[in-house]
């Protein structure tokens, strides 16, 4: 990466970093879903936890009270804006399981899969899933973090590259 394209990725992580919002609230629809689908949990977005922002998701940290503890979940809307008919977001919902297999075999710690579905949101189908959040779990952010050691920045780095080298 050239020294300019660094500087540039540098303020942008740094910026995304220390906003500490979210980066994709939900929508009144996406909010009536969520409640549609866990009726008796209240759910919060997480005021404590962001993430950077996905390319292809909009992504949520959700936090929920369960017998005196507050527990986090991430909460993702896959293909979001993308404009899928039911077809197509069924097709990328079933390569979910063997994408994520993959990784796990590579090395990578996958968050758990706690529900997956296809639903219709504003004329577009998308794919919700509610998945473990790993604290800490954030490469974009742990790499801008002026106060992270080198060398745990190097290894994720080596590890990206080594995962992406494995595939043809």
Known sequence: MSELHSSIFDAHAASIAGSGHQPFPPSPEEDALLAEHEPHIAFRLSKGTSIT???QSRVSVLEYDHDGSTLQLVWKRMG???GLEDHEAREMRDRLS???TSLESCGWRVPKLFYTN???IGGESQIFSY???IPGGDGERMVANQSEPNLRKWYLID???RLLYSYS
């Open 80 to 82: 979001a804006g993308k």
């Open 131 to 133: 998945e473990e959040f």
């Open 118 to 120: 296809v639903e219709k």
């Open 159 to 161: 590890k990206v590259l």
């Open 53 to 55: 922002e996905g390319r």
């Open 98 to 100: 063997p994408y994520r």
